[in-house]
Protein backbone atom coordinates (compact mmCIF):
# COMPACT_ATOMS: atom_id res chain seq x y z
CA UNK A 1 0.00 0.00 0.00
CA UNK A 2 1.26 3.38 -1.04
CA UNK A 3 2.89 5.30 1.68
CA UNK A 4 0.56 8.53 2.20
CA UNK A 5 1.64 12.38 3.73
CA UNK A 6 -1.24 14.82 4.58
CA UNK A 7 -0.17 18.18 4.36
CA UNK A 8 -1.23 20.75 6.27
CA UNK A 9 -0.72 24.60 6.47
CA UNK A 10 -2.00 26.40 9.61
CA UNK A 11 -2.26 29.76 10.93
CA UNK A 12 -4.24 30.61 13.95
CA UNK A 13 -5.94 27.50 13.53
CA UNK A 14 -5.95 26.59 17.79
CA UNK A 15 -9.42 25.52 17.60
CA UNK A 16 -9.33 23.53 14.74
CA UNK A 17 -6.17 21.41 14.86
CA UNK A 18 -8.06 19.05 17.31
CA UNK A 19 -11.05 18.47 15.45
CA UNK A 20 -9.60 18.00 12.22
CA UNK A 21 -6.72 15.21 13.66
CA UNK A 22 -9.85 13.46 15.05
CA UNK A 23 -11.68 13.55 11.67
CA UNK A 24 -8.48 12.57 9.68
CA UNK A 25 -7.55 9.94 12.53
CA UNK A 26 -11.30 8.63 11.36
CA UNK A 27 -10.92 8.56 8.19
CA UNK A 28 -7.64 7.04 7.60
CA UNK A 29 -8.11 4.02 9.79
CA UNK A 30 -6.50 1.15 7.83
CA UNK A 31 -4.33 3.66 6.04
CA UNK A 32 -0.16 3.82 6.32
CA UNK A 33 0.17 7.83 6.51
CA UNK A 34 1.92 10.53 7.87
CA UNK A 35 0.32 14.44 8.51
CA UNK A 36 2.54 17.20 8.49
CA UNK A 37 1.61 20.38 10.28
CA UNK A 38 2.65 23.31 9.00
CA UNK A 39 2.35 26.25 12.06
CA UNK A 40 2.76 29.62 9.75
CA UNK A 41 4.24 32.06 12.78
CA UNK A 42 0.13 31.54 14.72
CA UNK A 43 0.22 34.01 17.46
CA UNK A 44 -1.96 31.59 19.16
CA UNK A 45 -1.43 28.47 20.79
CA UNK A 46 -1.58 26.46 17.34
CA UNK A 47 1.91 25.10 17.62
CA UNK A 48 1.30 24.19 21.27
CA UNK A 49 -2.06 21.95 20.05
CA UNK A 50 0.32 20.55 17.35
CA UNK A 51 2.74 19.27 19.33
CA UNK A 52 0.29 17.64 22.18
CA UNK A 53 -0.68 15.62 19.55
CA UNK A 54 2.68 15.19 17.86
CA UNK A 55 4.08 13.66 21.26
CA UNK A 56 1.11 11.13 21.37
CA UNK A 57 0.98 10.31 17.82
CA UNK A 58 4.23 9.09 16.27
CA UNK A 59 2.86 9.82 12.77
CA UNK A 60 2.19 13.62 13.19
CA UNK A 61 4.85 15.43 11.85
CA UNK A 62 5.54 19.35 12.48
CA UNK A 63 7.44 22.26 10.79
CA UNK A 64 7.03 25.72 12.46
CA UNK A 65 8.15 28.73 11.24
CA UNK A 66 9.54 31.48 12.25
CA UNK A 67 7.25 34.39 11.25
CA UNK A 68 3.76 34.54 9.02
CA UNK A 69 5.51 33.26 5.28
CA UNK A 70 1.77 32.48 3.94
CA UNK A 71 -0.34 29.63 2.68
CA UNK A 72 2.13 29.23 -0.28
CA UNK A 73 4.98 28.83 1.28
CA UNK A 74 3.44 26.50 4.06
CA UNK A 75 2.37 24.26 1.21
CA UNK A 76 6.01 24.33 -0.40
CA UNK A 77 7.60 23.42 3.30
CA UNK A 78 5.03 20.81 3.76
CA UNK A 79 5.47 19.04 0.05
CA UNK A 80 9.56 19.59 0.66
CA UNK A 81 9.40 17.41 3.16
CA UNK A 82 6.67 15.17 2.82
CA UNK A 83 7.97 11.29 2.26
CA UNK A 84 4.85 9.79 0.79
CA UNK A 85 4.06 8.50 -2.45
CA UNK A 86 1.18 9.98 -2.76
CA UNK A 87 0.99 13.58 -0.96
CA UNK A 88 -2.30 14.92 -0.07
CA UNK A 89 -2.79 18.50 0.96
CA UNK A 90 -5.25 19.89 2.86
CA UNK A 91 -6.66 23.34 5.08
CA UNK A 92 -6.75 22.66 8.88
CA UNK A 93 -10.21 24.70 8.96
CA UNK A 94 -12.26 21.38 7.74
CA UNK A 95 -13.48 22.98 4.45
CA UNK A 96 -12.08 20.39 3.03
CA UNK A 97 -14.08 17.60 4.24
CA UNK A 98 -12.37 14.24 4.92
CA UNK A 99 -14.49 12.22 4.06
CA UNK A 100 -13.98 12.94 0.43
CA UNK A 101 -9.99 11.93 1.15
CA UNK A 102 -10.91 7.86 0.58
CA UNK A 103 -12.80 8.56 -2.86
CA UNK A 104 -10.16 10.83 -3.84
CA UNK A 105 -7.30 8.21 -2.94
CA UNK A 106 -9.12 4.98 -4.45
CA UNK A 107 -9.47 7.18 -7.48
CA UNK A 108 -5.57 8.06 -8.00
CA UNK A 109 -4.26 4.17 -6.92
CA UNK A 110 -6.38 3.16 -9.88
CA UNK A 111 -3.17 4.39 -12.08
CA UNK A 112 -5.47 7.18 -14.24
CA UNK A 113 -4.86 9.86 -13.19
CA UNK A 114 -1.59 11.21 -11.65
CA UNK A 115 -3.61 14.23 -9.84
CA UNK A 116 -7.22 14.02 -8.12
CA UNK A 117 -8.27 17.45 -6.63
CA UNK A 118 -11.60 18.74 -5.18
CA UNK A 119 -13.39 21.81 -6.92
CA UNK A 120 -16.00 23.74 -5.00
CA UNK A 121 -19.52 23.60 -7.00
CA UNK A 122 -20.86 25.93 -4.63
CA UNK A 123 -20.55 28.96 -3.06
CA UNK A 124 -22.87 28.78 0.34
CA UNK A 125 -22.41 30.95 3.49
CA UNK A 126 -20.28 33.61 1.14
CA UNK A 127 -20.83 37.07 0.31
CA UNK A 128 -22.57 37.42 -3.40
CA UNK A 129 -20.15 39.91 -4.07
CA UNK A 130 -17.20 37.58 -3.29
CA UNK A 131 -18.52 34.98 -6.15
CA UNK A 132 -19.46 37.85 -8.54
CA UNK A 133 -15.56 39.02 -8.81
CA UNK A 134 -13.91 35.45 -8.08
CA UNK A 135 -16.43 34.02 -11.18
CA UNK A 136 -14.81 37.31 -13.08
CA UNK A 137 -11.43 36.76 -12.55
CA UNK A 138 -11.62 33.20 -14.06
CA UNK A 139 -13.00 34.49 -17.13
CA UNK A 140 -10.03 37.25 -17.92
CA UNK A 141 -7.37 34.79 -16.25
CA UNK A 142 -7.70 32.44 -18.69
CA UNK A 143 -8.81 34.45 -21.52
CA UNK A 144 -5.26 36.23 -21.23
CA UNK A 145 -2.61 33.73 -19.96
CA UNK A 146 -2.27 30.22 -21.42
CA UNK A 147 -3.80 28.11 -18.99
CA UNK A 148 -6.98 26.93 -17.75
CA UNK A 149 -7.74 27.57 -14.33
CA UNK A 150 -10.56 25.20 -13.71
CA UNK A 151 -13.25 28.01 -11.57
CA UNK A 152 -13.48 26.61 -7.81
CA UNK A 153 -10.58 24.63 -8.26
CA UNK A 154 -8.86 24.30 -4.38
CA UNK A 155 -5.75 23.41 -3.19
CA UNK A 156 -6.94 20.37 -1.45
CA UNK A 157 -5.74 17.59 -3.55
CA UNK A 158 -3.57 14.17 -3.74
CA UNK A 159 -0.88 14.07 -6.00
CA UNK A 160 1.74 11.43 -6.53
CA UNK A 161 5.16 11.70 -5.77
CA UNK A 162 6.69 12.57 -9.42
CA UNK A 163 3.62 15.69 -9.41
CA UNK A 164 5.29 16.97 -6.51
CA UNK A 165 8.72 16.77 -7.50
CA UNK A 166 8.01 18.32 -10.42
CA UNK A 167 5.74 21.11 -7.89
CA UNK A 168 9.03 21.36 -6.12
CA UNK A 169 11.19 21.92 -9.13
CA UNK A 170 9.85 25.56 -9.44
CA UNK A 171 11.27 26.99 -6.83
CA UNK A 172 10.11 30.50 -7.35
CA UNK A 173 9.74 33.22 -4.53
CA UNK A 174 6.11 34.28 -5.63
CA UNK A 175 4.13 31.33 -5.70
CA UNK A 176 0.58 31.52 -6.59
CA UNK A 177 -0.22 27.63 -6.04
CA UNK A 178 -3.27 27.57 -8.29
CA UNK A 179 -1.28 28.11 -11.19
CA UNK A 180 1.91 26.05 -10.14
CA UNK A 181 -0.44 23.54 -9.97
CA UNK A 182 -2.17 23.94 -12.90
CA UNK A 183 1.17 24.99 -14.91
CA UNK A 184 2.87 20.96 -14.25
CA UNK A 185 0.54 20.01 -16.08
CA UNK A 186 -0.60 15.90 -15.61
CA UNK A 187 -3.89 13.87 -16.03
CA UNK A 188 -6.16 15.63 -13.53
CA UNK A 189 -9.55 14.00 -12.01
CA UNK A 190 -11.50 16.63 -10.55
CA UNK A 191 -14.22 16.05 -7.73
CA UNK A 192 -17.08 18.15 -6.98
CA UNK A 193 -18.03 19.39 -3.79
CA UNK A 194 -20.22 21.63 -1.78
CA UNK A 195 -18.89 24.35 0.62
CA UNK A 196 -18.65 23.86 3.78
CA UNK A 197 -18.25 26.91 6.18
CA UNK A 198 -14.85 26.62 8.38
CA UNK A 199 -15.66 24.56 11.83
CA UNK A 200 -14.01 27.41 14.01
CA UNK A 201 -11.63 30.43 13.64
CA UNK A 202 -11.75 32.93 11.00
CA UNK A 203 -10.33 33.14 7.29
CA UNK A 204 -7.51 35.31 7.37
CA UNK A 205 -8.71 36.91 3.69
CA UNK A 206 -9.71 40.13 3.40
CA UNK A 207 -11.37 40.99 0.14
CA UNK A 208 -8.16 43.70 -0.40
CA UNK A 209 -5.98 39.93 0.78
CA UNK A 210 -8.25 38.70 -2.11
CA UNK A 211 -7.37 41.37 -4.90
CA UNK A 212 -3.59 41.99 -4.18
CA UNK A 213 -3.60 37.92 -4.41
CA UNK A 214 -5.29 37.95 -7.66
CA UNK A 215 -3.26 40.28 -8.90
CA UNK A 216 -0.09 38.14 -8.38
CA UNK A 217 -2.09 35.32 -10.28
CA UNK A 218 -1.76 37.78 -13.10
CA UNK A 219 1.76 39.44 -13.03
CA UNK A 220 3.17 35.27 -12.36
CA UNK A 221 1.17 33.21 -15.25
CA UNK A 222 1.12 35.76 -17.98
CA UNK A 223 2.79 38.93 -19.43
CA UNK A 224 -0.79 39.59 -21.36
CA UNK A 225 -1.38 43.55 -19.45
CA UNK A 226 2.52 44.20 -20.64
CA UNK A 227 1.36 43.69 -24.69
CA UNK A 228 -2.02 45.63 -23.83
CA UNK A 229 0.14 48.98 -23.25
CA UNK A 230 1.75 48.55 -26.12
CA UNK A 231 -1.49 48.00 -27.97
CA UNK A 232 -2.85 50.82 -26.87
CA UNK A 233 0.11 53.02 -27.15
CA UNK A 234 -0.17 51.88 -30.93
CA UNK A 235 -3.88 52.48 -31.43
CA UNK A 236 -3.41 56.05 -29.48
CA UNK A 237 -0.57 56.71 -32.40
CA UNK A 238 -2.23 56.04 -35.05
CA UNK A 239 -5.34 58.17 -34.01
CA UNK A 240 -3.07 60.98 -32.68
CA UNK A 241 -1.80 60.77 -36.39
CA UNK A 242 -5.16 61.46 -38.47
CA UNK A 243 -5.94 63.82 -36.02
CA UNK A 244 -2.69 65.77 -36.15
CA UNK A 245 -3.14 65.73 -40.35
CA UNK A 246 -6.78 67.06 -39.78
CA UNK A 247 -5.78 70.40 -37.82
CA UNK A 248 -3.02 70.97 -40.10
CA UNK A 249 -5.16 71.10 -43.32
CA UNK A 250 -7.63 72.94 -40.98
CA UNK A 251 -5.46 75.47 -39.73
CA UNK A 252 -4.01 76.19 -43.39
CA UNK A 253 -7.42 76.27 -44.75
CA UNK A 254 -9.04 78.09 -42.26
CA UNK A 255 -6.51 79.68 -40.31
CA UNK A 256 -8.51 79.09 -36.94
CA UNK A 257 -7.80 81.59 -34.43
CA UNK A 258 -6.84 79.77 -31.02
CA UNK A 259 -9.74 77.60 -29.54
CA UNK A 260 -9.53 73.70 -28.50
CA UNK A 261 -8.75 74.23 -24.64
CA UNK A 262 -11.47 71.46 -24.09
CA UNK A 263 -9.91 68.89 -26.61
CA UNK A 264 -6.37 69.57 -25.51
CA UNK A 265 -7.50 69.34 -21.89
CA UNK A 266 -9.20 65.96 -22.65
CA UNK A 267 -6.47 64.92 -24.28
CA UNK A 268 -3.76 65.88 -21.17
CA UNK A 269 -5.66 63.59 -19.00
CA UNK A 270 -6.49 60.67 -21.03
CA UNK A 271 -2.87 60.37 -22.31
CA UNK A 272 -1.74 61.01 -18.63
CA UNK A 273 -3.70 58.46 -17.28
CA UNK A 274 -3.18 55.77 -19.41
CA UNK A 275 0.93 56.13 -18.89
CA UNK A 276 0.79 56.58 -15.69
CA UNK A 277 -1.23 53.01 -15.71
CA UNK A 278 0.77 51.39 -18.06
CA UNK A 279 4.32 52.26 -16.02
CA UNK A 280 1.86 50.97 -12.45
CA UNK A 281 2.10 47.59 -15.08
CA UNK A 282 5.37 47.74 -15.43
CA UNK A 283 6.49 48.04 -11.79
CA UNK A 284 4.36 45.54 -10.86
CA UNK A 285 6.18 43.25 -13.14
CA UNK A 286 9.51 44.80 -12.25
CA UNK A 287 8.82 44.39 -8.45
CA UNK A 288 8.49 40.91 -9.10
CA UNK A 289 11.66 40.57 -10.43
CA UNK A 290 13.07 42.40 -7.95
CA UNK A 291 11.97 40.32 -5.52
CA UNK A 292 12.77 36.81 -7.48
CA UNK A 293 16.83 38.13 -8.00
CA UNK A 294 16.72 38.30 -3.93
CA UNK A 295 16.91 34.72 -4.20
CA UNK A 296 15.45 35.09 -0.88
CA UNK A 297 14.69 31.70 0.84
CA UNK A 298 10.75 30.48 0.35
CA UNK A 299 10.29 30.03 4.22
CA UNK A 300 12.33 30.20 7.22
CA UNK A 301 11.86 26.82 10.20
CA UNK A 302 12.17 27.86 13.85
CA UNK A 303 11.56 24.09 14.97
CA UNK A 304 10.27 20.80 13.76
CA UNK A 305 10.30 16.91 15.00
CA UNK A 306 11.64 16.20 11.07
CA UNK A 307 14.74 14.82 11.75
CA UNK A 308 16.32 15.50 8.50
CA UNK A 309 15.23 18.81 7.54
N1 LIG B 1 -3.12 29.67 6.24
C1 LIG B 1 -1.74 29.68 6.38
N2 LIG B 1 -1.07 30.88 6.35
C2 LIG B 1 -1.71 32.06 6.17
C3 LIG B 1 -3.12 32.03 5.99
C4 LIG B 1 -3.78 30.82 6.02
O1 LIG B 1 -1.12 28.62 6.53
O2 LIG B 1 -1.06 33.10 6.17
C5 LIG B 1 -3.85 28.37 6.26
C6 LIG B 1 -5.04 28.32 7.21
O3 LIG B 1 -4.65 27.96 8.52
C7 LIG B 1 -5.92 27.26 6.57
C8 LIG B 1 -5.65 27.47 5.09
O4 LIG B 1 -4.40 28.15 5.00
O5 LIG B 1 -5.54 25.95 6.95
C9 LIG B 1 -6.75 28.26 4.40
O6 LIG B 1 -6.92 29.52 5.04
P1 LIG B 1 -8.33 30.19 5.23
O7 LIG B 1 -9.29 29.19 5.79
O8 LIG B 1 -8.10 31.44 6.02
O9 LIG B 1 -8.71 30.55 3.74
P2 LIG B 1 -10.09 30.26 3.00
O10 LIG B 1 -10.53 28.87 3.34
O11 LIG B 1 -11.03 31.30 3.51
O12 LIG B 1 -9.74 30.42 1.56
MG1 LIG C 1 -10.75 28.05 5.08
Given at each position: M?F???V??C??E?????IF?KE???V?????????F??????????K?????AN???S??Y????????KES????G??N???D?I??MD???????????E???T?S?GD?DV?A??????????K????????YYK??????????V???T????????V??S?L???E??????G????V??????IA??????????TTW???GL?K??I??I????T????I???????FS?????Y??FI???NLL???P?Q??AT????????????L???GVL?????K??L?TKNRP??IV?E???DDM
Open positions: DLSIVPFNEESIGFIEKLAGYDYEIIINDGSSDNTLNIKDIENSVKISFSRNFGAIYALKASGLCVADLQHPPNLLPMLEINYVARRISRKGEPFKSFFSHQIFNRISEMNLEGADYRVMTRQVNVELNFNRFSKLFQWGFDTKWYENVERVAGESFWLYSEGVAFTAPLSSTLLGSIIVAFIMIITKYSDVGFIMCAILLLGGIQLSIGKYLETYEIFKSNI
